[in-house]
């Protein structure tokens, strides 16, 4: 009894209510200070980042004058994706159920100047993990902004297995940090950002790290916004730290609202990579084209298609990947029992390089989302 009277002392607020929790997840960190994205050929840029699956914000904590705020989040997909094409035996479907747990705490001092989070996440929201992984995120990272200037430092650890909301798999251990600044030139926005991250193979237990030094361009007008990037990173294993495979790329992003009902969003990436030791090269080349049509303010249609493609000196690396999405997202109206929606989501992959069985993977998923109940 005195532990509660204590706890309903410290916290301001106190509320266990199942709340709609905005897209953009915590644990997703934003793509301007993203330096180590997901690969095949860098593509991830140009990859379909649809609305996240329906979910409940189980618990909030907030102590004091927003010291600190606790949030708890859950939510579960059901699984229902066929064998990859081109995979070896027949496995028949895999069925079941991923589960995806949020923690995040957070603490805003000196009116956003300086905002401190806290996270620890687990994740099988792909296929099932297997004995060996440990589909687990934690974050720590500072960030904030003072006048036209803003700042973050960051550090992430993620087991493999872990699969984020936004469909992202970590397919072996990886360490990231992160430095990054920007300064608001109206109607320019210029970024920088430097970071490392240490990856170990879960076969070979090999640690490989990579060091990335970025910096972005952005402007905004009314109607439409660019975003200019270019990075150079250098690869190398902690066996040979002195071979490294050096890498350039470049990246261009343009968004264009025509009325409030369409947007437009094409991008263009190429990356080149070089190993001084073999002379070898790798250029890839991506393109994706999004569009976003709203006819009102409870419906949305929105359909994403990317290309990429490796051409190599190593015949191993040479390949190329198709990625289409379509999604629909509709709030049905409000009743006694809340908000109801529907969202319907199809995705297609297709992947095509000689180190996949048969020289081909191809993957069609979707899912139908129906919200019956709102708090």
């Known amino acids: 009894m005195s532990l509660l009277i204590l706890v309903l002392c410290l916290c301001r607020t106190l509320a266990f209510a199942q709340a709609e929790v905005s897209d953009a997840f915590p644990s997703e960190i934003p793509d301007a200070t993203e330096l180590f994205a997901k690969s095949f050929a860098g593509i991830s840029g140009a990859q379909i980042n649809l609305t996240p699956p329906s979910s409940k914000q189980l618990l909030a904590l907030e102590f004091g004058s927003k010291l600190v705020e ?80 803003g700042y973050g430092l960051s550090n992430r650890s993620s087991g493999p297995g872990y699969v984020s909301p936004a469909g992202v798999k970590i397919d072996h251990a990886r360490d990231e940090r992160q430095l990054w600044a920007d300064y608001d030139l109206s109607p320019y926005r210029v970024r920088g950002a430097v970071g490392e991250m240490w990856e170990e193979n879960a076969t070979t ?121 379509t999604a629909l997202n509709w709030i049905l109206g409000k009743s006694f029992l809340g908000e109801q929606s529907l969202s319907l989501q199809l995705e297609y992959k297709n992947e095509s390089r000689l180190t996949i069985p048969d020289n081909h993977q191809a993957n069609f998923t979707g899912s139908v989302q129906f919200k019956l109940l709102g708090f």
């Not at 991923?98 to 956003?112: C, H, I, T």
């Open 70 to 149: 606790l949030k708890a989040t859950y939510f579960e997909k059901r699984l229902e994706e066929p064998v990859l094409l081109g995979s070896v035996g027949d496995h028949g479907d895999l069925k079941g159920r991923g589960k995806y747990a949020d923690l995040l705490a957070v603490s805003s001092q000196f009116g956003g100047k300086l905002i401190a989070e806290a996270e620890a996440a687990y994740s099988t929201l792909g296929f099932p993990a297997s004995s060996d992984q440990l589909p687990i995120m934690t974050r720590l990272e500072v960030h904030g902004s003072w006048g036209k200037a």
């Open 205 to 325: 237990h090999q640690l490989t790290l990579t060091r990335t030094t970025a910096t972005s361009l952005y402007l905004n007008k009314p109607s439409w916004n660019a975003g200019l990037s270019s990075s150079y990173s250098t690869v190398a294993n902690s066996e040979h730290l002195d071979q490294r495979t050096l890498a350039f790329t470049n990246g261009l992003s343009f968004t264009y609202r025509f009325t409030s009902l369409f947007t437009l969003k094409p991008n263009l990436s190429f990356k080149q990579e070089w190993a001084p030791i073999t002379g070898l090269k790798t250029d890839t080349g991506s393109a994706g084209f999004g569009l976003t049509f709203t006819p009102s303010r409870d419906l949305q249609l929105i359909g994403r298609v990317s290309y990429a493609r490796d051409s190599s000196d190593d015949p191993l690396r040479a390949g190329s990947m198709v990625n289409g999405a």
